[in-house]
Nanobody, 122 residues
Framework: VQLQASGGGSVQAGGSLSVSCAAS????????MGWFRQAPGKEREFVGAMRWSGDSAYYAGSVKGRFTISRDNAKNTVYLQMNSLKPEDTAVYYC????????????????WGQGTQVTVSS
């Protein structure tokens, strides 16, 4: 599976951005798709993940209620909609795919996209 992230950008606090992640490979629908972020000087942080069936998603407490993950298996694409953005959401955002049923641990994801920058100004 190869992952290509796009979207992101810069926005003022309170605004919205979305990022998408297109996957190649015929088995995309079998993977857990996760989103992570990494701010300068910090470790990579779990943002959320959605199971292959698309019927459930789990979010980190810091983004729950503001971020939404969705996926379109027919398009091999997963999306991260970010609303009510805060300056502390500033980071490089990565999509990742895991063969596990669920994980919040970066090391348990098998494939990674290249990352896309999200910058939120106050």
């Amino acid at each position: 599976v190869q992952l290509q992230a796009s979207g992101g950008g810069s926005v003022q606090a309170g605004g919205s951005l979305s990022v998408s992640c297109a996957a190649s490979g015929s088995t995309f629908s079998r993977y857990l798709m996760g989103w992570f972020r990494q701010a300068p000087g910090k470790e990579r942080e779990f943002v959320g993940a959605m199971r292959w069936s698309g019927d459930s998603a789990y979010y980190a407490g810091s983004v729950k209620g503001r971020f939404t993950i969705s996926r379109d298996n027919a398009k091999n694409t997963v999306y991260l909609q970010m609303n009510s953005l805060k300056p502390e959401d500033t980071a490089v955002y990565y999509c990742a795919a895991s063969a596990r049923l669920f994980s919040m641990i970066p090391g348990q994801y098998d494939y990674w996209g290249q990352g896309t920058q999200v910058t939120v100004s106050s």
